[in-house]
């Protein structure tokens, strides 16, 4: 599995450092004739490539963390059991603890 991810990230980086490289040689071709400029844009510079990769390495992340620890993964996240601190004091207003 760790593979697999290695592999992934490593293929993700090159293809972003290749696009970026093709847009540098591309700005020099751009300065002569400006209508070049469009064809050799990076695909970096679109938000919506930089919103979509983030958002599937989160999601991906979360799940690869429920893959390896499994279910007890989301205490991470929610602590329900207020972390360890709230059982020492009997308060009958845990959950504002937990929420805060």
């Known amino acids: 599995m760790t593979r697999g991810i290695v592999i992934t990230v490593v293929s993700i980086f090159f293809y972003i450092l290749r696009s970026n490289i ?3 040689v591309g700005d020099l071709f751009a300065t002569a004739v ?3 400029h469009q064809t050799f844009r990076p695909v970096s510079t679109d938000l919506f490539f ?12 979360i799940g690869y963390g429920f893959y390896q620890h499994g279910f007890r993964y989301i205490e991470k996240y ?3 059991k207020g972390l360890g601190i709230v059982s020492s ?5 845990k959950i504002f603890d937990i929420i805060i």
Do not use: D, E
């Open 78 to 80: 929610i602590p329900y």
């Open 89 to 93: 004091f009997k308060n009958p207003f």
């Open 34 to 36: 400006p209508a070049f």
């Open 22 to 24: 093709v847009g540098l």
């Open 50 to 61: 930089n919103l979509v990769l983030a958002g599937s390495f989160v999601i991906f992340s």
